[in-house]
Each structure stands twice: as C-alpha cells, then as structure tokens.
C-alpha cells in the first residue's frame, strides 16, 4: 500500500483559471460595485444595502471559485497571484461595506 500526497487538491473540472478570474471575477464585481456606486450617488440605500448582501455573497463564491481554478494555470505563479490578488479583493470588499456600515450609524 502506497500513499501518495499532493500539494493541490485537484477539483472535479474546474474551469480554466484565466475564465473564472476575469469572465467571472474581474468583470462581474466592477459590474456590481458600479451599481453599488450608482446606488450610492443617487441616495437609494435600499438598494446599496441589497449590492452589499448579493456583494458579500459574490465574495465568497469568487474567492472559492478562484482558489479551486488556481492549479489549472500553466504557471504556477498565475495562480498564486490569482489566489493574493481575489483574496485582497474580497477584503476589500469587505472593508469598504464595512465602512458603509459606519457612515450609515453615523447619520
């Protein structure tokens, strides 16, 4: 009997890292944090509010997907940065509703 170890766990067709990074990253979070902005400028905070929940959601979907996508790079490196630069994102994301959050408490 023999063990075998790999350093990544290898998920069940995992899209290619470079579609779920941009064609399900990049792209729909702009497009999400433009309407969150919108909602913003125009002083419609039931909808910021809502942008905030289905942001966090995506976040955390995002973050997931990415990470599972990473080993489908062909450069190792790729999906490092990949994995750094979604996680920074969502913290982001995160802090910035957060801060919502305070400038709400503070009116």
């Known amino acids: 009997m ?20 941009w064609l399900y990253g990049v792209i729909p979070s702009n497009v999400l944090w433009a309407i969150a902005l919108w ?6 905070h039931s909808l910021l509010w ?3 929940a289905v942001l966090l ?3 955390g979907w995002i973050i ?8 489908t790079a062909k450069t190792p490196a790729l999906g ?5 630069l979604t996680v ?3 913290l ?14 503070a009116r």
């Open 64 to 71: 997931t997907a990415v990470w599972r996508a990473a080993p």
């Open 92 to 105: 982001n994301t995160v802090l910035v509703i957060f801060f919502f959050g305070l400038q709400t408490l």
């Open 39 to 44: 909602a913003l400028s125009t002083q419609r």
């Open 80 to 84: 490092v940065a990949a994995r750094g």
């Open 2 to 21: 023999t063990l075998t170890s790999t350093a990544e766990p290898q998920y069940p067709q995992s899209p290619p890292l470079w579609r779920v990074f």
């Open 57 to 59: 959601v995506y976040t």
């Open 50 to 52: 809502g942008m905030c």
């Open 88 to 90: 920074a994102w969502g």
